[in-house]
């Protein structure tokens, strides 16, 4: 089953994120579901699949701050279960995280198009992948080890991978870009 809007937002609600995060969620979902022009182009997307993951991705974001910053991801996915979702749609909010990309194969679109929507959102503006990396690395020191450069990367081969098959640049979908597009 694959939660509406409505439910995904009732969720939210229950797990009392903040409107912040709510806010940063919806334009995750926002630069998520702008894939719909590579669905036209024949791509296989599941779009309410990838609206639903988005808008839930960090619903445990309040209780893995501070100490219990590596469990993020983690708990939403137990949560999702909790709430009777399926494994594998707790599985594709879990790989939101960019880091994850070092660890596991992203095989569908829904998970490529997850992760490089968060890896463009900051707060609740779009923003390109240097300033989103930049903050990230200032906010959570231990982004700074070396293996998060080899994650970088991986998200740059990603965002070369998913522009490679539409007519935009990823410059396009910077909120003060968007207004001309």
Not at 42 to 64: F, M
Not at 128 to 137: D, L, M, P, T
Request: proline share 3%.
């Amino acid at each position: 089953m694959i939660p509406a809007t409505e439910q995904c937002l009732q969720l939210l609600k229950k797990y009392e994120l903040p409107d912040n995060v709510i806010a940063h969620s919806k334009k995750v979902r926002d630069v998520a579901i702008r894939s719909e022009e590579l669905k036209k182009r024949g791509e296989q997307i599941n779009i309410p699949l990838l609206n639903a993951a988005a808008l839930l991705h960090d619903l445990d974001k309040i209780k893995t701050l501070g100490e219990n910053f590596k469990k993020h991801g983690y708990v939403t996915k137990e949560i999702l279960l909790k709430e009777g979702f399926s494994e594998d749609f707790a599985q594709l909010v879990l790989l939101h995280k960019a880091e994850h990309l070092l660890d596991f194969e992203y095989n569908n679109w829904e998970e490529k198009l997850l992760v490089y929507a968060d890896s463009r959102t900051l707060d609740d503006k779009t923003v390109s992948f240097e300033q989103r990396f930049q903050y990230a690395i200032n906010k959570y020191p231990h982004l700074r080890q070396p293996k998060f450069q080899e994650v970088k990367q991986k998200v740059l081969k990603l965002e070369e991978f998913i522009f490679s098959k539409l007519d935009i640049n990823p410059d396009d979908l910077n909120d003060q870009r968007r207004k001309i597009i």
